[in-house]
């Protein structure tokens, strides 16, 4: 299993970016995918989380109606669509996968919101 983030930047406040999370090594089609981010001296904390399609989806409230989760079975890619960002926002954020009682992480990539 291979998780790989990408589209990690420094941005301006209310700025946007988009983060996507190429997987690899499993049948991606037959799991959600979550993501999750890490500030500096915190814990990891749930962002948002998709079912097998875009049509089940679970956002945390710190980031509900700014952030959209989408995934592309196609490509073995789900993304993380981050509009209005705020400094509160900075941390390294992980892609996530749950199976088989084990979880399978990404390397992280870094988003700094600041001016």
């Known amino acids: 299993v291979q998780l790989v983030e990408s589209g990690g930047g420094l941005v301006q406040p209310g700025g946007s970016l988009r983060l996507s999370c190429a997987a690899s090594?499993?049948?991606?089609?037959?799991?959600?995918m979550t993501w999750y981010r890490q500030a500096p001296g915190e814990e990891r904390d749930l962002v948002a989380a998709?079912?097998?399609?875009?049509?089940?989806?679970y956002y945390a409230d710190s980031v509900k109606g700014r952030f959209t989760i989408s995934r592309d079975n196609a490509k073995n890619t789900v993304y993380l669509e981050m509009n209005s960002l705020k400094p509160e926002d900075t941390a390294v954020y992980y892609c996530?996968?749950?199976?088989?009682?084990?979880?399978?992480w990404g390397q992280g990539t870094q988003v700094t919101v600041s001016s």
């Open positions: 998709i079912g097998l399609d875009d049509s089940i989806t």
């Open positions: 090594g499993f049948t991606f089609s037959h799991y959600g």
């Open positions: 996530n996968s749950h199976m088989g009682g084990s979880d399978y």
